[in-house]
Structures are given as structure tokens and as C-alpha cells.
């Protein structure tokens, strides 16, 4: 039996191409230092040969509906970069919790973390 319903056999979830997408607002923005650290880490991470275009897609794309509805552009780019680098050996997962624990030890602010980096100088002093 054909199926004539050729858009539910050839298109997931994430393709909008030909769909209605709503209002679009066209004012300018500066983006957020985290959003311009995402941006640097996927130039400096695809140069490095850790992944391709078509890797970072491929976890976006399999994301979910959910993700794409909850999570803002970049963040579902910080969590394609991060599954990327872990499938090419980067660094685990293990090391990863490791990491963010250190650093959210250090302080919410650049002055708390400057604040404690200086007083531990001190303290060695």
C-alpha cells in the first residue's frame, strides 16, 4: 500500500523547512561571554579534528523535541560539543563532574574567584 503522506515519511521532528515559524524578531543583540565561550570552544575543538559539522548535527538532531523546545541555541550546542568530545576521547565524563566541581568551588563572580586565588597565595606565603 503507497503512502501519500510523504512529509511524515522524510522528515523528523527538527525540520521546519516550509512550516510556518511564527513572528521573527530581527533586533540586534550582544550575545553573553558563556554564549561567545561555546562559539570559541566548537572553532577550537572541530580545528583539533575532535569532531565534524555533520557530528555536532547528528547529537542535535537526536536531542529530542524536548530539548529543542526547552534549551536555548547554545545550550544545545554546549551539550553537542561536550557529547562530541567525550565520544573522541577528550575527557570522561568522570573527569568532566571533576572539573565543574572545582571550578563552581571557586565562586560564582571573577572577584570571588580572585578573591580566593589570592588569599591561598597568602596562605603559602
Known amino acids: 500500500m503507497k503512502n501519500n503522506n510523504t512529509e ?36 577550537l ?3 583539533k579534528g575532535y569532531f565534524t559539522v555533520d557530528g555536532l548535527r547528528r547529537v542535535l538532531e537526536d536531542m ?5 523546545s526547552e534549551m536555548t541555541y547554545y545550550e544545545r550546542w554546549m551539550a553537542s560539543i561536550n557529547q562530541n568530545l567525550v565520544e573522541a576521547g577528550a575527557y570522561t565524563l568522570q573527569e568532566l563532574g571533576e ?10 563572580t571573577y572577584g570571588e574567584c580572585n578573591a580566593q586565588e589570592i588569599e591561598e597565595n597568602m596562605n603559602e606565603s
Not at 521546519?16 to 515559524?21: E, Y
Not at 550575545?31 to 561567545?36: S, T
Not at 572539573?99 to 560564582?108: D, F, I, Q, S, T
Request: hydrophobic share 40%.
Open 99 to 108: 572539573k565543574m566541581a572545582e571550578v563552581a568551588n571557586r565562586g560564582l
Open 8 to 43: 511524515d515519511m522524510h522528515s523528523r521532528w527538527h525540520d521546519m523547512g516550509g512550516k510556518p515559524a511564527g513572528k521573527l524578531e530581527f533586533s540586534e543583540h550582544d550575545f553573553e561571554l558563556w554564549e561567545k565561550r561555546v562559539d570559541a570552544l566548537m572553532v
Open 64 to 68: 529530542g523535541e524536548k530539548a529543542f
Open 45 to 47: 575543538a572541530s580545528s
